[in-house]
Nanobody
């Protein structure tokens, strides 16, 4: 079981920026596919971005050029940099990790993935 702890959320004004962090407690972190997701009240969980085990990023359309996923292998941490925030970005943000299968958002929804508990981002 992979332990993941998100941090960096909070309240931010529209147009502002935040950087979310996901600390991953597992050896061989570089082997893992990582992803960021969000869920607003009453809505389905939405994928945002993935980072492969060879540090290649991919984004869902919802990222809209405003989000960037990065990883720091030495710190066992993956980040989501969010800029030009809008009220509709308000959600609980989750990170996920998986070692099995291709690094797709679909894989991170699957039974072999581990999830953090989330960090709230509120934009007003």
């Amino acid at each position: 079981h992979v332990q993941l702890v998100e941090s960096g959320g909070g309240s931010v004004q529209a147009g502002g920026s935040v950087r979310l962090s996901c600390a991953v407690s597992v050896p061989l972190f570089s082997r893992y596919c990582m992803g960021w997701f969000r869920q607003a009240p009453g809505k389905e969980r939405e994928g945002i971005a993935t980072s492969t085990n060879d540090d290649v990023a991919a984004y869902a359309e919802s990222a809209d050029g405003r989000f960037t996923i990065t990883r720091d292998t030495a710190k066992n941490t993956v980040y989501l940099q969010m800029s030009s925030l809008k009220p509709e970005d308000t959600a609980m943000y989750f990170c996920a990790a998986v070692r099995v299968g291709p690094c797709w958002l679909e894989t991170l929804y699957g039974e072999y993935a581990d999830w953090g508990r989330g960090t709230q981002v509120t934009v007003s």
